[in-house]
């Protein structure tokens, strides 16, 4: 059983940073894809960048450039480093690992931005 917990959400002006950290049960150069998506009220679910065990990205148009993931196989985490932050930014993000045929989802993490 995978367990995935976010952190480092919160409040920031448009323009600014964040970092978001995943951190992970299994080691995470086990895992096929890490990932991380996110949700507006009473949207579907986006998928925002994506990091396989061959350190292969993906990015959703919407944020490349900006946003950078990457992992760190020793701690067991992936991180989510977002820059120039935009207001329709705002959602709560959740990280997600791809072990095998399951997907295994994070509580999510709210990054909201406003000036």
């Known amino acids: 059983q995978v367990q995935v917990v976010e952190s480092g959400g919160g409040l920031v002006q448009p323009g600014g940073s964040l970092r978001l950290s995943c951190v992970v049960s299994s080691a995470v150069d086990t895992i096929f894809t890490m990932a991380w998506s996110r949700q507006l009220p009473g949207t579907e679910r986006e998928l925002v960048a994506a990091?396989?065990?061959?350190?292969?990205?993906d990015y959703a148009d919407s944020v490349k450039g900006r946003f950078t993931i990457s992992r760190n196989n020793a701690e067991s985490t992936v991180y989510l480093q977002m820059d120039s932050l935009k207001p329709e930014d705002s959602a709560v993000y959740h990280c997600?690992?791809?072990?095998?045929?399951?997907?295994?989802w994070g509580q999510g993490t709210q990054v909201t931005v406003s000036s």
């Open positions: 990091i396989s065990r061959w350190n292969d990205t």
């Open positions: 997600h690992a791809l072990v095998g045929p399951t997907d295994y």
